[in-house]
């Protein structure tokens, strides 16, 4: 088992031997191995985030939102301390106890803190006063239980050699103060660049685990956090942030309907194929950004990339007013150690589009001149729905298609796809067809294979099947369910997928 598989053990230990506010623990040392079950959530306040946490300070919603946490079976929510509002470098009495009171609460859930330092702070040449600072807010929970570990900085960037310096001066204190596990993270842009930086600024400095981020397409999911875990081996990494915004603005998978249902079921997805992929790689349960949507008043300034960016106000599993979004489901039955590997490949689960009808849930849409796209409850080969194409597909441009990455759709040169679904047609069908696609990292298309087609006017459904090796430059695989040329109806059900990597052979199937 390779080392990074250690992701810790405070949190897989024992939850809290004792639920008392204020109860300090003596350190041993089991408090200083790194997390390994560590299931958190970052967490601000719907109506209150970053700075407005503490500044707005609610004991009672923010009593509420943990039991929320507890409910979606976590055993740890991440607090984000601000240096300067906390008070700078000597931290303020009342906001020590705001702290103090949140850690508690948070003790009383069955929770335990994953408590960031230094966040929307930048003045990495006071490293006098960043310790000070440090040091008077940890000092109250030196080896104390309820304290997971310690994230020294949010997203650090390793280019800014200051950043880099300042990190190696306070990762070693932190630990000492502490007596907890010291992580650190890199934003999500690059964090296999970024880590491998950071790691080499460091020096002998190293922090007990390094945590990336993640907020892309899914399917470069498995290339982005294979490389970042390799870039700081043996020492462990941690998926610390990921999400899916469903905001409706937010197109970073194109195709997917633009509205709330259709957005709110691929969040529940997309946590669904990072699980997945975290797990195969040898990561930890994933940690979701965040708990609950924000009020359009609730983002502080500070951040231009934050505030009244609409993306950054629909991460949350929860609604502003506490209502779950599916993704809370999908992330408690996570949690709970199960795994759902389905991708609605029978169609029984449905959403609206931006014009009301209803499509089939999960499916994002390739649009063609004059066709469009339902699921049919009057049509199906199995259970209760099929996903039907109509209209007419002429010219010179894409073929209609419902498109699909699988819940874990990385691949390598010589892995083997296949794709099989029953396939109907009307008598002036076009060509109805399968498709496997492969994609390279960047997203470039390298290579595809296709099914026959369905004989036009064929009575009654057909069994398709396209199978292909991963070609050179292969990163991840698609599924398409296409009609070119179609004059008329083209119904699909029963779609199932397997891969077979090397002489491992996962299989993902749904009706």
Same mark, same amino acid.
């Given at each position: 088992?390779?080392?990074?598989?250690?992701?810790?053990?405070?949190?897989?230990?024992?939850?809290?031997?004792?639920?008392?506010?204020?109860?300090?623990?003596?350190?041993?040392?089991?408090?200083?191995?790194?997390?390994?079950?560590?299931?958190?959530?970052?967490?601000?306040?719907?109506?209150?985030?970053?700075?407005?946490?503490?500044?707005?300070?609610?004991?009672?919603?923010?009593?509420?939102?943990?039991?929320?946490?507890?409910w979606l079976r976590a055993n740890t929510v991440r607090v984000i301390v601000p240096a300067r509002v906390f008070g700078y470098p000597e931290p303020e009495a009342a906001m020590?106890?705001?702290?103090?009171?949140?850690?508690?609460?948070?003790?009383?859930?069955?929770?335990?803190?994953?408590?960031?330092?230094?966040?929307?702070?930048?003045?990495?040449?006071?490293?006098?006063?960043?310790?000070?600072?440090?040091?008077?807010?940890?000092?109250?929970?030196?080896?104390?239980?309820?304290?997971?570990?310690?994230?020294?900085?949010?997203?650090?960037?390793?280019?800014?050699?200051?950043?880099?310096?300042?990190?190696?001066?306070?990762?070693?204190?932190?630990?000492?103060?502490?007596?907890?596990?010291?992580?650190?993270?890199?934003?999500?842009?690059?964090?296999?660049?970024?880590?491998?930086?950071?790691?080499?600024?460091?020096?002998?400095?190293?922090?007990?685990?390094?945590?990336?981020?993640?907020?892309?397409?899914?399917?470069?999911?498995?290339?982005?956090?294979?490389?970042?875990?390799?870039?700081?081996?043996?020492?462990?990494?941690?998926?610390?942030?990921? #999400?899916?915004?469903? /905001?409706?603005?937010?197109?970073?998978? +194109?195709? @997917? =309907? &633009?509205?709330?249902?259709? %957005?709110? !079921?691929?969040?529940?997805?997309?946590?669904?194929?990072?699980?997945?992929?975290?797990?195969?790689?040898?990561?930890?349960?994933?940690?979701?950004?965040?708990?609950?949507?924000?009020?359009?008043?609730?983002?502080?300034?500070?951040?231009?990339?934050?505030?009244?960016?609409?993306?950054?106000?629909?991460?949350?599993?929860?609604?502003?007013?506490?209502?779950?979004?599916?993704?809370?489901?999908?992330?408690?039955?996570?949690?709970?150690?199960?795994?759902?590997?389905?991708?609605?490949? #029978?169609?029984?689960? /449905?959403?609206?589009?931006?014009?009301? +009808?209803? @499509? =089939? &849930?999960?499916?994002?849409? %390739?649009? !063609?001149?004059?066709?469009?796209?339902?699921?049919?409850?009057?049509?199906?080969?199995?259970?209760?729905?099929?996903?039907?194409?109509?209209?007419?597909?002429?010219?010179?441009?894409?073929?209609?298609?419902?498109?699909?990455?699988?819940?874990?759709?990385?691949?390598?040169?010589?892995?083997?796809?296949?794709?099989?679904?029953?396939?109907?047609?009307?008598?002036?069908?076009?060509?109805?067809?399968?498709?496997?696609?492969?994609?390279?990292?960047?997203?470039?298309?390298?290579?595809?294979?296709?099914?026959?087609?369905?004989?036009?006017?064929?009575?009654?459904?057909?069994?398709?099947?396209?199978?292909?090796?991963?070609?050179?430059?292969?990163?991840?695989?698609?599924?398409?369910?296409?009609?070119?040329?179609?004059v008329g109806h083209a119904w699909f059900d029963d779609v199932s997928y397997s891969c077979a990597r090397g002489r491992a052979r996962a299989m993902l199937i749904a009706r």
């Amino acid at each position: 088992m390779r080392l990074h598989l250690r992701i810790a053990a405070v949190l897989a230990a024992v939850l809290v031997a004792s639920l008392h506010g204020g109860a300090v623990h003596a350190s041993s040392a089991d408090d200083m191995r790194v997390p390994e079950d560590v299931r958190s959530i970052s967490y601000f306040p719907a109506l209150g985030g970053w700075t407005l946490m503490w500044t707005r300070f609610d004991a009672q919603a923010i009593n509420r939102d943990l039991a929320r946490i507890a409910w979606l079976r976590a055993n740890t929510v991440r607090v984000i301390v601000p240096a300067r509002v906390f008070g700078y470098p000597e931290p303020e009495a009342a906001m020590s106890a705001r702290l103090e009171n949140v850690v508690d609460l948070a003790a009383r859930h069955g929770l335990r803190v994953e408590l960031t330092l230094f966040d929307w702070w930048h003045d990495y040449a006071d490293i006098a006063g960043s310790r000070h600072w440090a040091g008077a807010l940890l000092s109250p929970y030196t080896g104390d239980a309820r304290i997971a570990f310690v994230e020294l900085k949010n997203e650090l960037r390793p280019q800014d050699v200051d950043a880099a310096a300042w990190a190696a001066a306070l990762i070693p204190y932190v630990r000492e103060v502490a007596r907890r596990p010291v992580a650190i993270s890199v934003p999500a842009l690059d964090p296999a660049r970024d880590l491998s930086l950071l790691r080499t600024a460091l020096g002998s400095a190293q922090p007990d685990f390094y945590s990336a981020h993640f907020y892309w397409r899914p399917e470069l999911a498995a290339h982005y956090l294979e490389a970042a875990r390799d870039a700081v081996a043996p020492l462990p990494l941690w998926l610390g942030e990921t #999400g899916y915004s469903t /905001a409706i603005p937010y197109d970073v998978l +194109r195709g @997917v =309907p &633009a509205s709330r249902s259709a %957005r709110e !079921a691929e969040q529940g997805y997309y946590l669904r194929s990072l699980a997945l992929v975290a797990r195969r790689v040898g990561l930890p349960p994933i940690a979701p950004w965040i708990l609950s949507d924000f009020a359009p008043e609730a983002i502080p300034a500070g951040d231009p990339a934050v505030q009244g960016n609409a993306r950054e106000y629909r991460f949350g599993l929860f609604r502003i007013f506490g209502a779950a979004k599916p993704a809370a489901a999908e992330l408690r039955t996570i949690f709970s150690g199960g795994q759902a590997d389905g991708f609605n490949g #029978g169609f029984e689960d /449905a959403v609206r589009d931006e014009d009301g +009808r209803t @499509v =089939p &849930a999960l499916w994002r849409i %390739r649009r !063609a001149l004059n066709a469009t796209f339902a699921r049919d409850t009057q049509v199906a080969r199995r259970g209760r729905a099929s996903a039907r194409i109509d209209g007419a597909v002429t010219g010179t441009g894409p073929d209609a298609a419902f498109a699909i990455a699988p819940p874990d759709p990385a691949v390598r040169q010589g892995d083997q796809s296949t794709v099989t679904a029953s396939a109907r047609a009307g008598a002036r069908c076009g060509e109805v067809r399968l498709a496997l696609r492969w994609f390279s990292a960047e997203a470039r298309a390298v290579g595809g294979v296709q099914s026959q087609p369905v004989p036009c006017g064929t009575r009654g459904w057909r069994r398709l099947r396209a199978n292909g090796v991963a070609p050179s430059g292969a990163a991840y695989v698609g599924l398409y369910l296409r009609a070119a040329g179609t004059v008329g109806h083209a119904w699909f059900d029963d779609v199932s997928y397997s891969c077979a990597r090397g002489r491992a052979r996962a299989m993902l199937i749904a009706r």
